[in-house]
């Protein structure tokens, strides 16, 4: 719900032939919004070279820009692909290359697992964060992260961790780490994951904050950089 009261659901659609993000905006009395785009609906193929392509999130913006998340591969791998749509429901030309589309690994390989979640920040930075899982050693234990993106869809190297990106791996090499979910809290960002420990057959939680302008934030968990459960959620 967008602070106007509209209702914007999206998912995936299929054209025969491609895969698609599809998008549909509804005014506050639950009709289509024929302001949006013509007739309240948009769908926007984002091809790679390998298709593949598979929602993950979406996020309206306090401008009412739509964005929305997911996977796509060029060929081998997956990597995370961001589309942002303006206020009358068309790709934004301000936005990534030129074409409302920008799309990125995590390292030098096409590494994305999944997408978990997108949130747009605060005013005045209005950046947006994304939380997913990738795969750093292609052998697929996954380990949780988290992309900072600016208004013009470039990593925001400059604030957030000197490369707009970090990850969240588990104590002690676990082999498997999922993030789960994200929130904001004050302009920082809560993150929480779940990871299989290598000395026990269970599923443990963990939860993270994060300062936009900081690596972790050092007033949670007495300085530590996240909470490490020992015991089953």
């Given at each position: 719900?967008?602070?106007?009261?509209?209702?914007?659901?999206?998912g995936?659609?299929?054209?025969?032939?491609?895969?698609l993000?599809?998008?549909?905006?509804?005014?506050?009395?639950?009709?289509?919004?024929?302001?949006?785009?013509?007739?309240?609906?948009?769908?926007?193929?984002?091809?790679?070279?390998?298709?593949?392509?598979?929602?993950?999130?979406?996020?309206?913006?306090?401008?009412?820009?739509?964005?929305?998340?997911?996977?796509?591969?060029?060929?081998?791998?997956?990597?995370?692909?961001?589309?942002?749509?303006?206020?009358?429901?068309?790709?934004?030309?301000?936005?990534?290359?030129?074409?409302?589309?920008a799309?990125?690994?995590?390292?030098?390989?096409?590494?994305?697992?999944?997408?978990?979640?997108?949130?747009?920040?605060?005013?005045?930075?209005?950046?947006?964060?994304?939380?997913?899982?990738?795969?750093?050693?292609?052998?697929?234990?996954?380990?949780?992260?988290?992309?900072?993106?600016?208004?013009?869809?470039?990593?925001?190297?400059?604030?957030?961790?000197?490369?707009?990106?970090?990850?969240?791996?588990?104590?002690?090499?676990?082999?498997?780490n999922?993030?789960?979910?994200?929130?904001?809290?004050?302009?920082?960002?809560?993150?929480?994951?779940?990871?299989?420990p290598?000395?026990?057959?269970?599923?443990?939680?963990?939860?993270?904050?994060?300062?936009?302008?900081?690596?972790?934030?050092?007033?949670?968990?007495?300085?530590?950089?996240?909470?490490?459960?020992?015991?089953?959620?």
């Amino acid at each position: 719900v967008d602070r106007l009261g509209r209702v914007v659901v999206a998912g995936s659609a299929s054209d025969g032939v491609d895969d698609l993000f599809a998008v549909a905006r509804f005014t506050a009395a639950g009709l289509l919004d024929n302001g949006w785009s013509g007739d309240g609906r948009q769908t926007i193929d984002v091809e790679l070279g390998g298709g593949g392509l598979q929602f993950g999130g979406m996020a309206v913006d306090r401008f009412g820009r739509v964005v929305l998340v997911g996977l796509a591969s060029p060929g081998s791998g997956y990597r995370l692909v961001v589309v942002r749509l303006t206020a009358a429901g068309v790709l934004d030309s301000t936005f990534g290359g030129g074409d409302g589309i920008a799309d990125f690994a995590y390292t030098a390989t096409d590494d994305i697992k999944e997408v978990v979640d997108v949130v747009t920040l605060t005013p005045p930075s209005d950046r947006i964060a994304i939380l997913g899982d990738y795969d750093p050693a292609g052998a697929d234990p996954a380990d949780g992260f988290l992309f900072v993106l600016t208004t013009a869809g470039d990593l925001d190297d400059s604030d957030f961790n000197h490369s707009g990106k970090r990850d969240f791996a588990p104590p002690s090499g676990d082999p498997w780490n999922h993030a789960q979910a994200l929130a904001v809290q004050a302009g920082r960002l809560v993150v929480l994951g779940g990871y299989h420990p290598t000395t026990a057959s269970v599923n443990l939680a963990w939860l993270a904050r994060v300062q936009v302008h900081l690596i972790f934030g050092d007033d949670f968990d007495a300085g530590h950089t996240a909470l490490w459960s020992s015991v089953t959620p």
